[in-house]
């Protein structure tokens, strides 16, 4: 097979990633991300080649029938027809029935077959057998490609029953394949599609035989094979409205980045070294961050008691473990990403293996589990964080707009492996010598190292802080639901994203003012500290006997792996305000909020986003090309008359410019 273009590589490596991380929010089943997915064949040796790919299955599926239906009416159609001609001419040199210069042949005039989409199907059907679309070279018509498509379908059983042998464990036995009826199909469809017959086309089938891997199940000689028999029963068996995602919201994510990169306006993107640097800041106050179970087992989680208010929103079960409303809304509203998450779950190896070793099993149907399955004692009770995520994930929640967010950090590590993939290996390389790594482990080492070190230029690129400015109030808090906030933001959110940043309002208690007449102001203020102010009626904590005298920090926190907690990066103190006694006023509620953190945002672009809002991978892999959005500050000539700044006017297009802006781009709000 010829190798696909290096491009056509590392795009379908961005797709398959975007389709990992729908399939990572429960928003596909597992059957619906393989198809949806590329397969990489065998990768080159040389990392500047490309590869040999199969196309994704909602692509393939169905294309060969409606060609030979109703004709022509796209390109992918004919990309699919001709890819499948090249694989069957693979499967045949395989098997022994040609030789490489015949499958050489082959493949050359299977490629010819490619012509340009007409631009209706009328236009397909008017194309008569003796009309040709030759553009470049590829002559194929329209007419002789549905021909081809017709002997594809032809082959169906063929394929099925060779599928059905190379998915058992039995010997492979080619008896009951008639490799005859698919040797004159391939040389039928690749001189339609090419106009002509292969010089050196002199099959022998007398030499048909099978190779020695296949009848090996686990060997690799079939596993090669199998994909290729799969592909093609696939695309032959399958309509398109059987491998379209169920659920819409992944069917308008894909959609709309397949279609945004063939926008003419946005502008071509740099390297991820050459872009600029980008920051996200997102205010939060008040809002939940991540469902518990209860407040029991969150006070429990946190390990302190006497707590009070143990009732509110942020549970999603009461105190005698029935389901309240939210959980069975969630379940009611998202039934198929329910069944995805169960999916996710008992197909996780690390899962079933625990479960093996404990000596619990899981019931045998999906429907089976049901939230009860995560409470204390049950067969999943370990994995209860998992069902928090599954539906703080479907909430209007500060852990959504988290991990949307952090796509941006894994985008980029993903961005440049593709660009920087041969000198990441070469410096891992290197490194792995002089750590004197064993030869066997030093492929595992090298891509350990490359991701590493990718993930250090991602961050240097990209920086997301929360500024949760009530942090330090909260986690002093005598209620359970502001205590578990609290308790979320610096363990759970900042130990599942370590690069996560965490900006909060500390104030130090320096003791009460000494006592002076209201009269004279000089001696009211005559025993403070430098920095402190009193703590006027918005910021005194119930039961305080009086104003107070009061330090305030900008403090910013991230989490520290050794020591297993978040530690302090900075601390910041903030000026005093000499004419109010409510402390520093930076904004009122949310620009107050981003105005003490704004500090922490080392960067050359800075991103706002509330609280409301979320992100995929699809969108964040775009990043450099919206931050050459704001590269576009070159000036341009205008013909428009204009005003000099003498005060005449003029209507040279040399006389005056217009300078293009930035552009304003926004996330879906979950509102």
Not at 21 to 27: E, G, V, W
Not at 234 to 263: I, K, Q, Y
Not at 439 to 448: I, T
Not at 601 to 616: A, F, M, P
Request: contains cysteine; hydrophobic residues 40%; charged residues 20%.
């Amino acid at each position: 097979m010829p190798l696909c273009p290096p491009s056509e590589v590392l795009f379908a490596q961005a797709w398959d990633q975007a389709v990992s991380d729908l399939r990572q929010r429960d928003l596909l089943s597992n059957a619906e991300a393989k198809r949806l997915k590329y397969e990489l064949l065998s990768p080159s040796p040389d990392p500047t080649c490309g590869g040999w790919l199969l196309l994704p299955r909602f692509v393939a599926a169905g294309a060969a029938v409606e060609v030979a239906t109703l004709g022509v009416n796209s390109a992918s159609q004919l990309e699919v027809v001709c890819r499948a001609f090249n694989l069957l001419a693979w499967l045949l040199h395989s098997l022994g029935l040609i030789t490489e210069l015949q499958l050489s042949d082959l493949l050359l005039l299977a490629s010819k077959g490619a012509s340009p989409p007409p631009r209706n199907r009328a236009a397909a059907r008017g194309n008569d057998a003796g009309s040709t679309a030759a553009t470049g070279g590829r002559v194929a018509s329209h007419s002789d490609i549905a021909a081809a498509s017709e002997v594809l379908k032809d082959c169906k059983e063929l394929l099925v029953k060779l599928k059905a042998m190379l998915t058992s464990d039995k010997p492979v036995d080619l008896s009951n394949v008639d490799t005859q009826l698919l040797l004159e199909a391939a040389i039928k469809g690749v001189a339609l599609l090419g106009k002509g017959h292969a010089k050196h086309l002199a099959p022998d089938i007398s030499k048909a035989a099978v190779p020695p891997g296949w009848n090996q199940a686990p060997s690799q000689q079939r596993k090669l094979p199998k994909q290729v028999v799969e592909w093609l029963v696939d695309m032959l068996t399958l309509t398109r409205g059987e491998v379209a995602p169920v659920v819409p919201e992944a069917s308008r994510v894909l959609c709309f980045f397949a279609t945004s990169l063939n926008n003419p306006k946005m502008p071509p993107a740099a390297t991820v070294a050459c872009s600029r640097s980008m920051a996200t800041l997102t205010p939060h106050y008040g809002e939940d961050v991540m469902y518990a179970l209860n407040a029991g087992s969150a006070v429990q989680e946190m390990g302190v008691e006497g707590l009070k208010g143990r009732d509110g929103s942020v549970f999603l079960t009461n105190g005698s473990g029935d389901a309240t409303e939210t959980l069975k809304y969630l379940r009611e509203v998202y039934k198929i990403e329910w069944i995805n998450f169960v999916e996710r779950l008992i197909t996780n190896a690390d899962i079933v293996q625990q479960l093996n070793a404990s000596g619990q099993t899981l019931p045998a149907q999906l429907t089976d589990i049901t939230p009860a399955s995560f409470f204390p004692g049950a067969v999943l009770a370990p994995w209860l964080h998992e069902l928090l995520s599954w539906a703080s994930m479907r909430g209007q929640l500060l852990l959504r707009t988290v991990h949307g967010m952090m796509y941006y950090e894994q985008a980029l590590q993903q961005l440049i492996l593709m660009q920087c993939k041969v000198e990441l290996a070469a410096a891992a390389q290197q490194a792995a010598k002089r750590a004197g790594v064993p030869l066997r482990d030093q492929r595992e080492w090298v891509a350990a190292v490359s991701q590493q070190a990718a993930l250090m230029m991602a961050r240097q690129k990209y920086t997301y802080v929360v500024s949760s400015q009530a942090l330090g109030e909260f986690q002093y808090d005598g209620t359970v639901p502001k205590r578990w906030l609290a308790h979320c933001i610096r363990t759970v959110v900042a130990q599942r994203y370590p690069s996560l940043q965490i900006a909060y309002i500390d104030l130090e208690n320096l003791g009460a003012p000494p006592k002076a007449a209201a009269a004279d102001p000089a001696a009211a203020t005559a025993g403070r500290k430098p920095g402190a102010v009193d703590v006027g009626p918005r910021n005194r904590t119930k039961g305080s006997d009086g104003p107070r005298l009061l330090r305030q920090y900008s403090v910013l926190l991230q989490w520290d792996a050794a020591a297993g907690c978040v530690h302090e990066v900075y601390r910041v103190r903030l000026p005093m305000n000499l004419e109010t006694d409510t402390g520093v006023i930076l904004g009122e509620g949310k620009p107050e909020n981003q105005n003490h953190a704004v500090i922490f945002c080392h960067s050359e672009v800075l991103q706002t986003i509330d609280c409301n809002q979320d992100g995929y991978f699809a969108e964040a892999i775009k990043l450099p090309n919206l931050l050459a959005e704001f590269d576009r500050h070159k000036s341009h000539k205008s013909s428009i008359r204009c005003r000099i700044n003498d005060g005449s006017e003029s209507s040279s297009s040399t006389a005056c410019t217009r300078r293009q802006g930035p552009a304003l781009v926004g996330f879906r709000e979950w509102v």
